[in-house]
């Protein structure tokens, strides 16, 4: 079983940035391959960023490339999404999840935790 709770959300003007952090219980985090995903109001949940189980690859949506990075601290049992260059289409609910096969994906689905969310909130 894992836990994970996400902190670090908040409002924010356009162009502004943020850095959410996603806390993992359990001795086997640094096995695991972690992502960010979001969901806005009134749309379905997408992948945002996803790493690897030891931080040497990461990949992100179009949509955010460039914009945002994603790092894990595998002795904090930390993942981290530093955003910058915020824009108010970031609007959402953030949730940290783990995928256990340690390569990391893209797919929903594949994700076998979940974080409860935190919102972030950036105004025009």
Do not use: H
Not at 10 to 39: D, E, H, I, K, P
Not at 48 to 67: F, L, M, P, Q
Request: glycine content about 14%; aromatic content about 12%.
């Amino acid at each position: 079983q894992v836990q994970l709770v996400e902190s670090g959300g908040g409002l924010v003007q356009a162009g502004g940035s943020l850095r959410l952090s996603c806390a993992a219980s359990g001795r086997t985090f640094s096995s695991y391959a972690m992502g960010w995903l979001r969901q806005a109001p009134g749309k379905e949940r997408e992948f945002v960023a996803g790493i690897n189980w030891s931080g040497g690859s990461t990949y992100y949506a179009d949509s955010v490339k460039g914009r945002f990075t994603i790092s894990r601290d595998n002795a904090k049992n930390t993942v981290y999404l530093r955003m910058n260059s915020l824009k108010p289409e970031d609007t959402a609910i953030y949730y940290c999840a783990a995928e256990l096969g340690g390569l990391g994906t893209k797919e929903l689905k594949g994700y076998k935790y979940w974080g409860q969310g935190t919102q972030v909130t950036v105004s025009s």
